[in-house]
């Protein structure tokens, strides 16, 4: 065969698949692909084996050899962006969770760090309308249609090319590279997914587990809905099962209580009517454990509360930034399991936003705002049940919260979350 029929062939091999344009990201301390909503079907029900094609799971491959996944729950992640029509809403994406190891994709909850990706992949993609104003900064509307939350996202700007500038100063924890930081706002979270801040209208509560291994046992959680349905334990009130654990908390048999504990919620969530029902959506609702934080250490500083979070059936990394944003939340309400150990470290006083002339500042050092007189937070008013700033440590580093709390003091506002993103490649995925 002459080297042109070569060609014509292998040509003619890959038009046989479907050519996906994609971009490649890290966001926060998630990797995903990043793609447009019109290269995808209309129908949503129709993605499924587009996306676990791309991502590599294709035959319950746990290694995702085949596609762009890195067989792990927080490389195996997909937004899918769009222009909205929306009043007030720049553009709206939609998160997937592709399973690794499993032909599943999972589309009931949202991804925080992949969120903090959307407005830079919006406006190198060209979704956004270009501004008059020459800015270092823009502020972009973005709308997560799995939860129907409002986030405002403020990015740097290349003032030479108008695209997003990754460079800069700010380093979160989980990432060994500086960045531009990515200031994300989640807007009125409570209630993402169940239309309720505490869905079983307790905000805490004994979980009474009867099946699964160890069971029956019994531990006090809170169920919280605040940008994603959340699961938060007391961890010292786990079975003696969990704690002993031959080969610790990572370990088949911890992770199978933590799955039991986790199903049983979600049946109290109102996700599924079984156990079984529940064991096949392993996205929602998420679970942590919670401890009264440790010790400062001279490079993280003090922190208010502790994590120890879980993603898919394993052991997450460090923490999922929705997670955050719910864990900040239900630190700042009375009544909660996060704000039961928080009572027990004395209260800090909330810092102002980093400013937003200045992108390399850190959160934790700009001049402590005194509540009580109400000064400003980034340049504008605040009440006092307004100011909190929530420093929680997972296994990775630290994270810091900003919540505005409602008047009343049932409902978070806004929570606002800090990070940075990078794009890493774009070109075409064969499917």
């Excluded at 019109?38 to 791309?54: N, Q, R, T």
């Excluded at 991502?55 to 996944?69: A, F, I, K, N, W």
């Excluded at 928080?342 to 006083?349: I, L, P, Q, T, V």
């Excluded at 990070?419 to 070109?427: H, K, L, N, Q, S």
Aim: charged share 20%; net charge negative; proline share 6%.
């Amino acid at each position: 065969m002459t080297s042109s029929a070569t060609t014509a062939v292998a040509a003619a091999a890959r038009a046989r698949r479907r050519r996906l344009p994609a971009v490649l990201m890290r966001a926060g301390t998630s990797r995903g692909l990043f793609l447009h909503r019109h290269d995808l079907p209309a129908d949503k029900s129709e993605w499924g084996p587009i996306l676990v094609s791309a991502m590599g799971s294709r035959l319950g491959d746990p290694r995702q050899l085949e596609g762009v996944g890195g067989a792990t729950s927080t490389t195996s992640k997909i937004a899918v962006v769009g222009k909205s029509e929306r009043d007030g809403v720049d553009v709206e994406y939609t998160f997937v969770q592709v399973t690794v190891g499993a032909e599943v994709v999972d589309l009931t909850g949202n991804c925080g760090n992949m969120a903090s990706g959307v407005a830079a992949f919006a406006l190198d993609e060209g979704l956004l309308a270009p501004t008059e104003e020459q800015s270092a900064l823009r502020v972009v509307s973005v709308y997560n249609t799995n939860t129907d939350v409002l986030l405002e996202e403020t990015i740097a700007v290349d003032p030479d090319t108008g695209l997003f500038d990754p460079e800069g100063d700010y380093r979160i924890s989980g990432v060994k590279r500086t960045g531009s930081l990515v200031k994300v706002k989640f807007v009125s979270p409570g209630g993402s997914m169940t239309g309720k801040t505490f869905p079983t209208g307790l905000r805490q509560q004994t979980l009474h587990v009867t099946e699964g291994p160890a069971a029956p046992y019994s531990v006090r959680a809170t169920l919280v809905d605040v940008s994603n349905p959340f699961v938060f334990v007391d961890a010292k009130t786990m079975p003696s099962a969990y704690t002993d654990a031959p080969g610790g908390p990572d370990s088949e048999d911890a992770r199978a209580i933590i799955e039991a504990i986790r199903q049983h919620a979600s049946l109290l969530f109102g996700f599924a009517t079984t156990t079984a029902a529940a064991s096949l959506q392993r996205g929602t609702p998420k679970i942590s454990l919670l401890s009264a934080a440790a010790t400062p250490t001279a490079e993280e500083g003090s922190a208010d509360i502790t994590v120890f979070s879980y993603s898919m059936g394993k052991v997450h990394p460090s923490f999922q930034l929705t997670g955050a944003v719910c864990l900040g939340a239900a630190t700042c309400l009375d009544g909660t399991v996060a704000s039961d150990l928080f009572e027990a470290k004395k209260e800090k006083s909330l810092p102002p936003t980093p400013p937003l002339s200045s992108l390399s500042s850190s959160p934790k050092s700009e001049t402590v705002v005194d509540l009580a007189e109400k000064k400003t937070l980034g340049g504008e008013k605040v009440s006092e049940a307004a100011a909190r700033k929530i420093t929680i440590q997972h296994r990775s580093g630290t994270l810091d919260v900003e919540v505005d709390i409602a008047p009343s003091g049932d409902e978070a506002a806004g929570v606002t979350v800090y990070r940075t993103a990078r794009r890493v490649f774009e070109g075409v995925i064969y499917v």
